[in-house]
């Protein structure tokens, strides 16, 4: 029952996209950027900042 708990939440942090910051850290690992990684708190900054200056993604 936990391994199925566990894959319900993966999938629902997915679907929020409140898992972005862990895929940003995954895909800089990954690609061997050179510098550091965003902190958590710049990267939501930045990915908020992004949003509100591209808004057709979004409903309202």
Wanted: glycine share 8%; net charge positive.
């Amino acid at each position: 029952m936990p391994a199925v708990l566990r894959e319900i939440r993966r999938v629902a942090r997915g679907i929020l996209g409140s898992d972005a910051y862990d895929v940003y850290l995954h895909h800089h690992a990954v690609t061997g950027c050179r510098h550091e990684p965003l902190s958590e708190r710049e990267f939501w900054r930045r990915r908020y900042d992004e949003q509100g200056r591209r808004p057709e993604g979004r409903c309202c």
